[in-house]
């Protein structure tokens, strides 16, 4: 199942998701009903994956509000196509039939219009759904809108399997995904050269601009802290991948500090109860700087950190120190959704 982004343009999304192509508001071709008649297009669809920003303001939800006509001929008049929220009864129906626990989406978080217009001489209309907010969601869970058409004038029929449209929403903010995260780690017992790695990870949003890094390759480990996969990579003895108590690895940014660059990266660690470790960022490294930041263009981040590094207490930066520091320099490249 693909993702769509908020952002991107209804064209796109309709020439991506559809098998046809929409060349005017007369024409959507490649579309085969069982029983022609009115329906959503995406109703055909088990569920609709759709991934939006945790944010207290509205955002719409473009492209897959679609109904259409399928007939001989264009509508010959104005079809008032009534469609009602029914969220709960194909969420419960989706639950038992998959064995998930994909929750409704609160009915004041958002909206749809109540009645769609295909006009004289069209086959289809598009309207969006707008999500009033994400405020008070679990962003661990997933919630779906579920949609039916109630009705259609002029004695239209509605297509049997393409009345319901299925909506499941994950509420992912930008640096959440997929990522390969690629450099060299030194540990000044362990791995004292700087070895190279190359690791699958991912970063869960728990916050607007903050994410968690998950290992999914140590998920069954529980690292004395219930962990399960929220260990930060590393290796030993040349390379080998372990997983330990380097636990609860955080990267946030903070587009609203005036001082700093929107995109700069914040890399801190929120150690489990008793431990007394952390990861700090890494500003300096056997002559080289470093600048912890994500380039939103080719959405890689750049990040350098470590533990028991030097403090330059004047410039306020943290510096590697052989024997005694263990470091991270990576480059994380986004590889998809999670």
């Keep these: 199942m693909r993702f769509h982004f908020f952002y991107i343009f209804i064209g796109v999304v309709m020439m991506s998701l559809l098998s046809g192509c929409v060349k005017d508001n007369s024409n959507i071709n490649g579309l085969i009903l069982q029983n022609p008649g009115i329906g959503f297009p995406y109703g055909a669809n088990n569920k609709n994956d759709f991934i939006i920003r945790p944010s207290a303001s509205t955002q719409q939800v473009l492209g897959l509000l679609l109904v259409t006509l399928e007939a001989v001929a264009p509508a010959s008049s104005d079809i008032h196509v009534t469609i009602a929220d029914n969220s709960t009864t194909l969420v419960n129906t989706y639950n038992t039939a998959n064995g998930t626990s994909i929750q409704p989406f609160p009915g004041s978080l958002w909206s749809i219009p109540s009645e769609l217009i295909i006009k004289s001489g069209d086959r289809y209309t598009l309207e969006d759904i707008t999500i009033n907010s994400t405020t008070g ?40 995904g997929k990522f390969r995260m690629k450099g060299e780690f030194y540990h000044y017992m362990r791995e004292p050269s700087f070895t190279p790695h190359d690791f699958a990870i991912e970063l869960q949003t728990i916050a607007p601009y903050s994410n968690r890094l998950y290992w999914p390759l140590s998920s069954g480990y529980d690292n004395g802290y219930n962990g399960y996969g929220y260990n930060t990579p590393y290796t030993t003895n040349g390379g080998v991948p372990t997983w330990g108590h380097f636990y609860g690895l955080h990267l946030s940014r903070n587009p609203f500090n005036p001082n700093n660059n929107p995109n700069d990266i914040t890399a801190f660690h929120q150690p489990p109860p ?65």
Excluded at 140 to 166: T, V
Excluded at 298 to 303: C, R, V
Aim: glycine share 10%; hydrophobic share 40%.
């Design 137 to 176: 969601l679990n962003l661990n869970l997933q919630y779906a809108i579920g949609i039916s058409i109630a009705g259609a004038s002029g004695g239209n029929k509605i297509a049997d399997n393409l009345k319901n449209l299925f909506i499941v929403f994950r509420i992912q903010n930008e640096l959440d």
């Design 274 to 338: 008793g431990a007394t470790w952390n990861i700090y960022p890494l500003d300096s490294c056997n002559g080289k700087t470093y600048h912890n930041r994500w380039d939103p263009a080719t959405n890689i981040i750049y990040l350098a950190m470590g533990l028991n590094l030097g403090y330059n207490v004047s410039a306020q930066t943290r510096y590697f120190v052989p024997g005694q520091s263990i470091a991270w320099i990576d480059t994380l490249t986004y590889l998809g959704p999670r």
